[in-house]
């Protein structure tokens, strides 16, 4: 073994850093299958959930793999008049914590559903009623999620930050503001810190497909800007294996 001559410093290597996992954010219009192809990596599969919406999805998964483990884990946060949105907001987060340190610990697969009420969530403990978009100060709000999403990179898990879409405003033709299409909600820095980012687009059998955005850190670039379509439903382990061609199946199993 070569002397490391930089003190303080970590040699690299090629087995630190080539890790067959999936680390991304998808975004779709409700009904395109985000949730479902991200319960489709490999288990145990850790959910956390705020949406309480997870009966089909998670039914469906455990009937196409009835010897998986699913875990879930959902938090009531309805924000309410009269109530301590901020300190309510703070305990959920701090509970939040501390079982995601647990999950990316035991879990092959962890998937926040949806990312975007995540990070409301986060704003609501830092600032309470306060907390709206347009606000500019969220340095350290952003610090704290920048953790939960560079937590899971220490490990070997996969993890999907499921996020709604939302308008997108700007000023029309005619000079007044306006929708200008749709795009992700949520986090804004999340594109950048992830690995992948997809799209999901489809209502059912047969129309589901993912369209690959940007791609970095492991994995395939050849497939950044495409859009892939495996048939009539696109599944996890189609598109891992897309990703790293050179990996075995039962990786992804």
């Known amino acids: 073994m ?3 001559d930089w003190p303080g410093f970590k040699v ?3 087995e630190d850093y080539e890790k067959h996992r999936l680390i991304g954010a998808s975004f779709g219009e409700p009904g395109s299958r985000k949730t479902s192809f991200w319960l489709e990596g490999p288990g145990p599969v850790a959910v ?3 949406d309480q919406g997870l009966e089909g999805t998670v039914n469906r998964e455990l009937r196409r793999s009835p010897h998986k483990k699913i875990v879930v884990k959902e938090y009531e946060w309805y924000p309410q008049k009269n109530v301590d949105l901020q300190q309510e907001a703070k305990d959920i987060v701090e509970q939040f914590m501390e079982d995601y340190e ?3 610990s035991h879990a092959r697969t962890v998937v926040l559903d949806k990312e975007n009420q995540f990070w409301q969530l986060f704003r609501y403990a830092q600032f309470g009623p306060d907390a709206t978009d347009d606000m500019k100060n969220y340095d350290e709000v952003n610090q ?4 939960v999403v560079n937590m899971g990179k220490a490990t070997d898990i996969n993890i999907g930050f499921i996020d709604d879409m939302k308008d997108r405003w700007g000023t029309t033709k005619t000079g007044r503001q306006g929708p200008m299409g749709r795009m992700r909600a949520g986090f804004k820095e999340l594109d950048g810190l992830v690995h992948l980012t997809l799209e999901h687009s489809g209502h059912g059998q047969g129309d589901w497909s993912i369209r690959v955005g940007k791609i970095r850190g492991p994995g395939n670039p050849i497939l950044a800007d495409t859009e892939l379509d495996f ?3 696109p599944t ?3 598109f891992a294996m897309a990703m790293f061609p050179d990996s075995q199946e039962e990786v992804w199993d």
């Open 2 to 4: 070569a002397k490391n």
């Open 12 to 14: 690299a290597t090629i």
């Open 48 to 50: 956390f959930s705020l």
């Open 102 to 104: 647990f999950a990316i």
């Open 144 to 147: 704290k999620f920048r953790r």
């Open 231 to 233: 048939g009539a439903c």
């Open 236 to 238: 996890f382990k189609d």
